[in-house]
Structure formats: C-alpha cells, structure tokens
C-alpha cells in the first residue's frame, strides 16, 4: 500500500480495490496487512462504542450525586431551621442520632 500511494498517489484504502497487488509482495503479507487493518477497524470502533457508553455512565452518576448533594443540603437547612423555631420558643433542638 505504501509503495502504491508512492507511485500512484491514492489513498491506502483506494490503492488495495483499484490496483493488482504488486508482483514483489507475498500474499501471506498482503493477508496479514488487510486482517491487521480489519483489526485496527474493529478496535477503533469498539473504543468509540466504549467511549459513548461510558460518557452516558458519567452523566448518570453526576445526576446521582446533584441529587445527594440537593438532599443533604435540604436536611442540613431543615436542622437550622428546626433549631431556630426551637430558639425563638425557648426550647432546645435535640439533633436525631445517626442511624446504626
């Protein structure tokens, strides 16, 4: 292929579906290079697939913490809020005890 886009300036992929495989070159290396470049292929799209699935996971998981981060900051207020109502009536707000 490398020799093919020397003397007839095409791409790799044109040079393989247009011209003969030269006489110099052995076919088992010319098999060689077309499974290694389905390989190649196959891995690259793998790694796209991967890539979306993965992006789409961390979506997921940042939404999850938004939304501990929205729950612990509503019982933090909730617990300032109670204590002051406790304040204001001359009370004590006695804190509920972690859960076992």
């Known amino acids: 292929a490398l020799l093919q886009e020397r003397l007839g300036g095409t791409a790799p992929a044109q040079a393989h579906a247009i011209m003969p495989a030269p006489a110099g070159i052995p076919e088992s ?3 060689k290079r077309k499974t290694q470049e389905k390989l190649v292929a ?3 799209a793998a790694e796209a697939e991967a890539k979306k699935v ?3 996971k961390r979506k997921d ?3 999850r ?3 501990y981060v929205a729950e612990y ?3 933090r207020n909730d617990e300032v809020r109670l204590k ?3 304040k204001k009536a001359g009370n004590f707000y006695v804190p509920a ?3 076992i």
């Open 42 to 44: 196959a891995r690259k």
């Open 84 to 86: 002051r109502e406790a």
């Open 73 to 75: 900051r509503t019982q």
């Open 65 to 67: 913490a938004e939304k």
């Open 29 to 31: 290396l010319l098999k």
């Open 97 to 99: 005890e972690n859960k």
């Open 61 to 63: 998981i940042f939404k």
């Open 54 to 56: 993965n992006k789409a």
